[in-house]
């Protein structure tokens, strides 16, 4: 206990000894321990404060002496890094066009604050996607009524589907709209794929409406297993020396080919020769 008390000197500030103490130390023939006051909190910031600066080593020159040049620190402030902002879907959508709800009200055009609050410039997020909802829709509906034929769900899903994205973008960290953005894009692929298989017309004009581009789904799908990854290699490693041995075989053959040829035009000059002597 005596010399966890001497080691600790921030224990000792705080403590009092008592007389017991001294007898004790001097039984065991240990040195006295000096009377120590309490730590009042004048003195405890002061101590504190000549504890930081002797250990602070721009107040000390080269022989670990306290100096009075004390040199400035000049904190600046980290600047903002301005994320790019990528272009929305909805910049298209005019300021001054009003809401779904009050497009067919007569009153509004009367009185043009009215029509100010009720446009798309105090609007929120979703009116401004319902509007460019039905916009896609409009090209591709089959009549004014419709909103349950396959081409009207491509045109919904695909506006849900490039508002995820922009969302993405500024937010990467967002797991849950991820996956309800892949889960809309595996719903509108199959309705693409209905589509393709049953009207193709159809299906051609509206992926140039709505700016989609289609890519066609593997032959089939295989399960990525360490089995079928060694024997894939050792396909491919055979197929490669097959190749090389077919080369070779292919060169030796057109070599043979060229020599015979070239033998056969021999012949056939020493035989014209012969028989221009003789003539």
Partial sequence: MLRA??????????????????TLSAK?????LP??????PESSSCFT??????SDPRTQDGHGKESLAVQAVRHYARPSRRKNVPPSQLDDLPPMML???YAEVPLINTDDLVKRLLSLEFACHRDKLRLKEDQLVA????????????????ALLTAQIRNYHEHLQTHPKDKANKRRMLMAIDRRKKYLKY??????????S????????????????RRLTRRWRAKKALCMKVFEVIQRRKAREWGRLKQATLSATGEAEKTELTHEKAQGTTA
Avoid: M, N, W
């Fill in 5 to 22: 008390l001497r080691c600790s000197s921030f224990v000792l500030s705080k403590c009092v000894l008592q007389p017991g103490l001294l």
């Fill in 28 to 32: 065991r023939g240990l040195p006295p």
């Fill in 35 to 40: 009377l120590l006051r309490p730590l009042t």
């Fill in 49 to 54: 404060r000549r504890r930081c600066r002797d």
């Fill in 99 to 101: 809401k779904k709800d």
């Fill in 139 to 154: 090209k591709v509906r089959r009549d004014e009524h419709d909103r349950s034929s396959t081409e009207v769900k491509v």
């Fill in 195 to 204: 589509l393709r298989f049953t009207r193709y017309s159809t299906f051609e």
């Fill in 206 to 221: 509206v992926c140039q409406k709505l700016d989609i581009t289609y890519t066609l789904p593997p032959a089939y799908y």
